[in-house]
């Protein structure tokens, strides 16, 4: 098992590998500049028809629920603000380097679609945003994946075959969990701290600091998608809810059945979209 | 009372809950039964999918609720999971029902 270091320090060189796409690599060229504004992100995307090509879809289609057509990138990039936009620009990006982690896509989409509707039941301001941030929730397993493809498929196995966690596995692998390299990513590409801390502490909602209100939407969302079986995250087991975390949201029954109905009819709006990725 | 992607719903279904669009306007009330001609206009209203009144499906229920109850294997004594698991239960009961 590798030192922590070392594996930190291979995660955080990442955009190096030969098998991230160049759109990618310019992609976080440009987050890189701290004076980076829509316009910039605007220009950047039109540049390439196949991102704004996804970018489009996915604001058009009912993940978001913006009312009328959404038809060019500088009202899209508006409408989402720049933290989702980085956000759902980054997500669309790399998720197309996690073939081969199957149903991890359908549970991602799942847990955005939760958040996305818990984050208004809570009256949290920018809803899009914590759709952006459950979407990213286990962007760490790809980054994982793309980096040690032979053993996260080992790890994926050995986590079946012993009825374990993924983060548990993980930790034993490669002495760090997808959560923590997540973090270290993440923070490298210059993503805000408001879609960084609830993906790095999702399974430890009580240790974010800053964004602990959503932080606990993330969490709780990827702890309910779980339960009504969106995709997979790589486990075939609920995790455990955080007691704060359940104290704090409040939901009634009700509350959680009108999630669960409001969550299942846009998973199936968006079915040619979960096939398509 | 199942959700039905448009695309796959028949002639003869009938609307559990209003087909409504984008704007919140209702095109369709509950209890209307579709038909082909109204299928083709909810789909050009951009409607992707609708409630339709089913008969329950013993069979896919049980199976769902096995998948669940598995699902919860592991954490079912943990804080608040095993009422969890029962809500959840109660909303695939509800969602196959009549």
């Known amino acids: ?277 | 009372m199942p959700i039905v992607s448009l695309e796959k719903a028949e002639a003869g279904m009938t609307l559990s809950k209003p087909a409504v669009n984008e704007f919140g306007v209702v095109l369709l009330d509950a209890g209307a039964k579709l038909t082909g001609h109204l299928i083709t206009r909810l789909l050009r209203a951009n409607i992707s999918s609708v409630y339709v009144v089913g008969t329950p499906d013993r069979a896919k229920i049980q199976e769902l609720l096995t998948q669940l109850q598995e699902r919860f294997e592991k954490t079912r004594n943990e804080p608040y999971m095993a009422l969890l698991e029962k809500i959840v239960a109660e909303y695939i009961e509800e969602c196959h029902a009549t």
């Open chain 1, 1 to 277: 098992m590798p030192p922590e270091g070392t594996i930190r320090r291979e995660m955080e060189h990442l955009q190096g590998l030969p098998t991230i796409p160049v759109m990618l690599k310019k992609l976080l060229e440009a987050f890189n500049d701290p004076r980076l504004s829509l316009n910039d992100i605007a220009g950047f995307v039109s540049n390439d028809p196949a991102l704004a090509g996804s970018l489009l879809k996915a604001v058009n289609s009912p993940l978001f629920g913006f009312v009328g057509r959404v038809t060019s990138i500088t009202q899209a990039l508006l409408l989402l603000g720049l933290n989702a936009a980085k956000g759902l620009l980054l997500g669309v990006a790399v998720f197309g380097l996690a073939k081969g982690l199957e149903g991890l896509w359908a549970h991602s989409v799942g847990t955005g679609i939760v958040a996305r509707i818990t984050a208004r039941q809570q009256a949290l301001g920018e809803p899009e945003e914590l759709f952006v941030a459950g979407l990213l929730h286990d962007i760490g397993k790809i980054f994982l994946y793309v980096k040690f493809p032979d053993d996260y498929r080992r790890a994926l196995a050995l986590a079946r075959a012993e009825k374990a966690f993924i983060g548990h596995v993980e930790k034993q692998t490669f002495n760090s969990t997808h959560t923590e390299v997540a973090g270290w990513v993440l923070t490298r590409w210059h993503l805000p701290l408001r879609l960084i801390e609830p993906i790095r502490y999702h399974h430890q909602p009580s240790l974010s600091q800053k964004m602990a209100a959503e932080t606990a939407i993330v969490h709780f969302s990827d702890v309910l998608a779980r339960a009504r079986g969106f995709g997979s995250g790589g486990d075939a087991f609920v995790p455990p809810v955080d007691e704060r975390v359940w104290a704090r949201l409040n939901l009634s029954k009700g509350d959680i059945k009108a999630i669960l109905c409001e969550s299942d009819k846009l998973m199936q709006d968006t079915e040619s979209l979960l096939n398509n990725a």
